[in-house]
C-alpha cells in the first residue's frame, strides 16, 4: 500500500546564537516545498534585515492590536521584545497540506503543542555553552546588554528542551541539517 503522506507543523528552537537561522537558510535550499512561517516582532530590525522578509516589525501598540484581535497562534515575550506567530498563515498552509516550519522560542512551542499536540518540536542545541556564546558574539548584531539578557535564558531553555520531541546538537552544520531533515522525513512517515 502507498504510504499515507503527513502534512505537519515543525517547530525549531534553540538559544540566541546555536545557529537556527543558518540551519533553517540551508534545510530550506534544499526543501524550498517546506513553508517558513513569518513570525512579527516588536524587536528593531538587524542590518540587513527585511520587513515581510526576516520579521513583520511592529510596534507595540501594532502588536497589541493584533494580540486584541486575536490573531496569533501563541506569542510570548522575550529577552525584552516581542514574537508571534500569525494564525491566518499556519492555517492555510496546513489546509493546501504544505508542511509548515516555525522558529520559535520555548514558551511559544509549549503554546502550540498545547493547541496541537501533532505539532514536532525540534530542540537546537550548542556543542557546549562557550561555543554558543562565541557563536552570539561573532555574529556582531547585538550589543553588550542584549547579548546579556539572551544568554540569562540559556539555562531555562536548555530545561524545557528536554520536553521536545527530538534535540539535535549543531556541531557540524551540515549534519545538523541532515539530521533534521532525516527526522522531518520521518515524521512525514516516508521511511
Ligand atoms: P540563531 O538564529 O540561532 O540566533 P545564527 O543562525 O544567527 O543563530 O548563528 C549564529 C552564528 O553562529 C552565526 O555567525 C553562524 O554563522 C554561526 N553558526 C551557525 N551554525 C554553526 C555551526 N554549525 N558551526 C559554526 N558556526 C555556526
Ligand atoms: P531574534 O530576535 O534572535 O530574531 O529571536 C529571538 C527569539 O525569538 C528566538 O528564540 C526566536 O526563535 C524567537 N521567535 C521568533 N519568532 C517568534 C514567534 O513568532 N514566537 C515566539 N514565541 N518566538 C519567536
Known amino acids: 500500500m502507498e504510504k499515507q503522506q503527513n502534512k505537519k507543523l515543525y517547530i525549531i528552537s534553540g538559544s540566541s546564537?546555536?545557529?537556527?537561522?543558518?540551519?533553517?537558510?540551508?534545510?530550506l535550499e534544499r526543501h524550498p516545498e517546506f513553508m517558513l512561517s513569518i513570525s512579527c516582532t516588536t524587536r528593531s530590525p538587524r542590518?540587513?534585515?527585511?520587513?515581510?522578509v526576516n520579521y513583520f516589525f511592529l510596534s507595540r501598540e501594532e502588536f497589541e492590536d493584533c494580540?486584541?484581535?486575536?490573531?496569533?497562534l501563541e506569542w510570548a515575550e522575550f529577552a525584552g521584545n516581542r514574537y508571534g506567530?500569525?494564525?491566518?498563515y499556519i492555517q492555510q498552509c496546513l489546509t493546501e497540506g504544505k508542511d509548515v516550519i516555525l522558529e520559535i522560542e520555548t514558551q511559544g512551542a509549549l503554546k502550540v503543542k498545547q493547541q496541537m499536540p501533532e505539532?514536532?518540536?525540534?530542540?537546537?542545541?550548542?556543542?557546549?555553552?562557550?561555543?554558543?556564546?562565541n557563536r552570539l558574539r561573532g555574529r556582531h548584531t547585538e550589543d553588550e546588554t542584549t547579548i546579556q539578557k539572551r544568554l540569562m535564558e540559556v539555562s531555562k531553555e536548555l530545561e524545557v528542551a528536554k520536553q521536545y520531541d527530538y534535540q539535535v546538537i549543531n556541531d557540524d552544520l551540515a549534519k545538523t541539517v541532515e539530521e533534521i531533515e532525516k527526522i522531518i522525513i520521518k515524521e512525514q512517515g516516508l521511511c
Open 85 to 88: 506567530t500569525k494564525k491566518k
Open 67 to 72: 494580540v486584541n484581535k486575536d490573531k496569533f
Open 119 to 133: 505539532a514536532v518540536l525540534i530542540f537546537i542545541e550548542p556543542p557546549s555553552l562557550e561555543t554558543l556564546e
Open 17 to 27: 546564537g546555536v545557529g537556527k537561522g543558518t540551519v533553517l537558510k540551508s534545510l
Open 47 to 52: 542590518e540587513g534585515e527585511k520587513d515581510g
